[in-house]
């Protein structure tokens, strides 16, 4: 079992920046892909991002392409979302998602899938308003 927690969310106005932090307990993340989420409310829950297990991998949808960036920091068990020029349509709760598929690498509708991931964190909530 892994645990996962996510922070760094809040009230942002439109234009500004927030990076979420998504900590692992329970099992390294370090040869596992991760993945982001989110959803808004009367919405079904879309892929975000994720990152391949050795991080040379990443991939994004398309609405956040060029905003946001995924990264992991593996010593810390850590996988972060940085989020540049949020727009009000990025409001949602935001959650991560990890693949138990050890050193797996797969393609970018694999990691888009959330039956890809087998655990899922708690969300964090992402508010872009002025």
């Known amino acids: 079992q892994v645990q996962l927690v996510e922070s760094g969310g809040g009230l942002v106005p439109p234009g500004g920046s927030l990076r979420l932090s998504c900590a692992a307990s329970g099992r390294t993340i370090s040869t596992y892909a991760m993945g982001w989420f989110r959803q808004a409310p009367g919405k079904e829950r879309e892929f975000v991002a994720a990152?391949?297990?050795?991080?040379?991998?990443?991939y994004y949808a398309d609405s956040v392409k060029g905003r946001f960036t995924i990264s992991r920091d593996n010593a810390k068990n850590t996988v972060y979302l940085q989020m540049d020029s949020l727009k009000p349509e990025d409001t949602a709760v935001y959650y991560c998602a990890y693949d138990q598929r050890q050193f797996y690498s797969g393609s970018g509708s694999y990691y888009s899938s959330d039956r890809t991931y087998d655990f899922w964190g708690q969300g964090t909530q992402v508010t872009v308003s002025s």
């Open positions: 990152i391949s297990w050795s991080g040379r991998n990443t």
